[in-house]
């Protein structure tokens, strides 16, 4: 009978560090061809998806932890709904744009309906809130100062480091309001 409940000890506790849990503190592949951005799983940050939009960084009670994987792994604590949503994206294009160090690559424009265009001109350049976050597809993208009012209706990303596949996956993730 000792043996058996010997037995049954060793295997709870190996069971217990089971190779299913490692892999959630590792990182996993990004892949926007597929619209699979992966994630962190781990219980810090990323156990909330976030759909498209613009979010105020803050750190109140009842904030959701996110890590980018854009941003080196940095975690931001953002508002849990965005004051500028993707249910207010018009149109999205892809555009073009020359970069401080002389490159070119792609930019994601996002043009706005009137209530998006009021939401983002009433959001930013505030006073209010310190930082947004740009999320897609439940991936942090960008955090920025809010020190500028966008008054346009429209605003546009840069992602010099994505391929055109990857932009238009991206493009087609926004069209379809993840």
Same mark, same amino acid.
């Given at each position: ?14 069971? =217990?560090? @089971?190779?299913?849990?490692? #892999? ?8 926007? +061809? ?11 940050? +990323?156990?909330?998806?976030? &759909? ?12 959701? &932890?996110?890590? @980018? ?7 931001? @604590?953002?508002?849990?709904?965005? !004051?500028?949503?993707? #249910?207010?994206?018009? +149109? ?8 401080? #160090?002389?490159? %070119? ?5 996002? =043009? !706005? #309906? /009137? ?5 983002? %001109? ?7 809130? +310190? @930082? ?15 020190? =500028?009012?966008?008054?346009?209706? &429209?605003? %546009?990303?840069?992602?010099? &480091?994505?391929?055109? %596949? /990857? $932009?238009?996956? $991206?493009?087609?993730?926004?069209? $379809?309001?993840?």
């Amino acid at each position: 009978m000792f043996k058996v409940t010997c037995l049954l000890v060793v295997l709870l506790v190996a069971c =217990n560090h @089971s190779p299913v849990e490692r #892999d959630r503190t590792e990182k996993k592949e990004v892949s926007l +061809d597929s619209l699979s951005f992966g994630s962190l799983l781990t219980n810090e940050a +990323d156990s909330v998806y976030l &759909r498209t939009g613009l979010y105020y960084v803050s750190h109140e009670k009842g904030a959701v &932890r996110k890590r @980018s994987l854009y941003l080196g792994s940095q975690i931001f @604590s953002l508002s849990p709904t965005p !004051f500028v949503s993707v #249910d207010n994206v018009r +149109d999205v294009q892809i555009g073009q744009a020359k970069y401080d #160090d002389g490159t %070119e690559g792609p930019t994601l424009i996002l =043009n !706005f #309906d /009137q209530k998006g265009a009021w939401d983002l %001109e009433h959001g930013t350049g505030d006073g209010i809130h +310190d @930082s947004i976050a740009v999320v897609i597809v439940g991936n942090v993208y960008y955090a920025y100062k809010n020190e =500028n009012k966008y008054n346009l209706g &429209r605003v %546009e990303y840069g992602f010099n &480091r994505f391929t055109n %596949e /990857q $932009m238009l996956a $991206m493009k087609h993730a926004v069209i $379809m309001k993840k």
